[in-house]
């Protein structure tokens, strides 16, 4: 198979793969088992060297032959807890065997002329996205990078961030949370709250795929950091997920057992008249949701192609801040700063996620911020 001729041959590293892992060095070189991968010979691996895991490769034969039961009931299941007992660690072969995958509905809403499906608890980026975009759906945002633009999605941005500290951390494992967009009291006082606002003015990876057929695919995944334990003989880091400060808000090691984590990941896919209209997803931590508004906004909204929509410069907004690519006039950055403290970039950043998306009609757009690329296959 293509990934394992790449683990056992090697390859070279990108620029952007290499700047990252250089970037998470003290993580890349936290265990001998690591060094071993990432840092042959006491030097961390770079873009000029050929990159490879032939432990990995060996662990795709044994997966490919002995299939998902050798990972949650076999001989890996059997390394990972001795090396999770030797490291103090608290994953048991138990624990492995009782996880199971859950299929979830999507959440389900309308925007414009445009019905979305996106990702539902208990990861909370889906509906974070769908509240936004509810908030201005019935908005004149004028041009982009207009003041009207991003005064709009601005306030809409912070108005989401009260409405997921208010309503949603604490209740993301609930049943019938993505409900509550359905609840017309609660949708309208932040209707009022987002109004009096406006009157203030004057190591992710995501795939989207679409075949001629029209099936489409948007998967995010995530290795969150790295922890810089590798699962013996497997090549395979752990990830650091309850090491993510976000995703872990009444502080480390209070995690309740049996309790699936939270993710801010929304692979979402929007339909027009029923046919595809828009695949994508992003990486990129608390700026997945703003990164993916953003793009819709610019390919539905402003008319944008889909490598425009997605190049575009971003703006976030967290803790009272809002966070600002170059590409946007000085006279609306002024009329920003007069509302907010704002943090202006040099150059577009990774910072910013990393949207990759494909159209109904074939158009890809790659986020060149995380080093992506666009592929089409006759």
């Given amino acids: 198979s293509p990934a394992f001729k790449l683990a056992k041959e ?5 620029k ?27 030097k961390l691996i770079d873009e000029r060297s050929i990159f490879r895991n032939e432990e990995y490769a060996d662990f795709l034969t044994l997966f490919a032959k002995e299939g998902d ?11 990972f807890e001795k090396m999770s007992l030797e490291n103090e660690g608290n994953i048991r072969k138990e624990d492995l065997k009782r996880y199971e995958v859950k299929e979830r509905e999507p959440i389900v809403f309308e925007f414009k002329d445009y019905k979305i499906f996106t990702n539902s608890p208990p990861s909370s ?28 999605l601005i306030e809409a941005m912070k108005i989401t961030s009260d409405f997921r500290k208010d309503h949603i951390n604490e209740h993301l494992h609930s049943e019938n ?31 989207s795929i679409i075949d001629k057929d029209g099936n489409c695919v948007s998967v995010t ?39 699936r984590l939270p993710s801010m990941m929304s692979p979402t896919i929007v339909f027009r008249e029923n046919r595809p209209k828009l695949v994508l997803g992003s990486a990129g931590s608390n700026r997945i949701r703003s990164a993916i508004v953003n793009v819709i906004l610019n390919n539905l909204i402003f008319g944008k192609n889909l490598q425009d929509s997605v190049d575009a410069p ?17 006279e609306v950055i002024n009329e920003i700063k007069r509302h907010f403290k704002v943090t202006l970039f040099d150059e577009k950043s990774l910072f910013f996620g990393g ?24």
């Fill in 16 to 42: 952007m793969q290499a700047s990252l892992i250089k970037l998470l060095e003290p993580i890349f070189t936290a265990t001998d088992e690591a060094k071993s991968i990432y840092a042959k010979d006491g």
């Fill in 177 to 207: 949370l993505k409900d509550i967009l359905k609840n017309e009291h609660l949708m309208k006082n932040f209707q009022k709250s987002y109004e009096s606002r406006l009157n203030l003015w004057g190591n992710t990876t995501h795939m």
């Fill in 10 to 14: 090697g390859f070279y590293l990108s």
């Fill in 314 to 330: 971003r703006v976030h907004f967290e803790n009272d801040r809002v966070y600002i690519e170059p590409g946007f006039e000085k």
């Fill in 221 to 259: 995944t995530t290795n969150g950091e790295g922890s810089g334990y590798i699962l013996p003989q497997t090549g395979i880091m752990l990830n650091n997920m309850l090491g993510e400060e976000d995703l872990n808000p009444h502080g480390f090691f209070k995690w309740s057992s049996y309790v």
């Fill in 69 to 79: 039961e050798v990972f949650y009931k076999g001989e890996i299941a059997d390394r």
């Fill in 355 to 378: 949207v990759n998306a494909v159209s109904g009609d074939y158009e890809g757009g790659c986020d060149l911020r995380r080093g992506a690329y666009v592929l089409k296959v006759e």
């Fill in 125 to 152: 980026g889906g509906i974070l996205i769908a509240f936004t975009l509810m908030l201005l759906e019935n908005r004149n945002l004028g041009e982009f990078g207009s003041i009207s633009h991003l005064k709009h």
